[in-house]
């Protein structure tokens, strides 16, 4: 079992920056592949970015593109979401997700946090 913990959301103005955060347990995080999503009200969930478990490889929506940067520390078992020149429109629920070595779909999923961007 992975337990995963995401902190960082708020209100914040068109923009301006946030770094959320995916603390995880449970099981060797060096050996999960991490992905951040997000749902707005409405809308279908979207992968926004994604890291591999060495952190050498990464993937991000087009719409995220130059604005936001996914990154993990291995040692503090964490993943981060860096996300810049925030829109309106970035308005969502961001969820951390993770997969284990070898699994190909996200199996263990965070609470939620909520992004608020005002125009």
């Known amino acids: 079992q992975v337990q995963l913990v995401e902190s960082g959301g708020g209100l914040v103005q068109a923009g301006g920056s946030l770094r959320l955060s995916c603390a995880a347990s449970?099981?060797?995080?060096?050996?999960?592949?991490m992905g951040w999503f997000r749902q707005a009200p409405g809308k279908e969930r979207e992968n926004v970015a994604a890291?591999?478990?060495?952190?050498?490889?990464?993937n991000y929506a087009d719409s995220v593109k130059g604005r936001f940067t996914i990154s993990r520390d291995n040692a503090k078992n964490t993943a981060y979401l860096q996300m810049n020149s925030l829109k309106p429109e970035d308005t969502a629920v961001y969820y951390c997700?993770?997969?284990?070595?070898?699994?190909?779909?996200?199996?263990?999923w965070g609470q939620g946090t909520q992004v608020t961007v005002s125009s």
């Open positions: 997700a993770a997969a284990p070595k070898g699994v190909s779909t996200y199996g263990y």
């Open positions: 449970g099981r060797t995080f060096s050996s999960l592949a």
């Open positions: 890291i591999s478990w060495s952190g050498a490889r990464t």
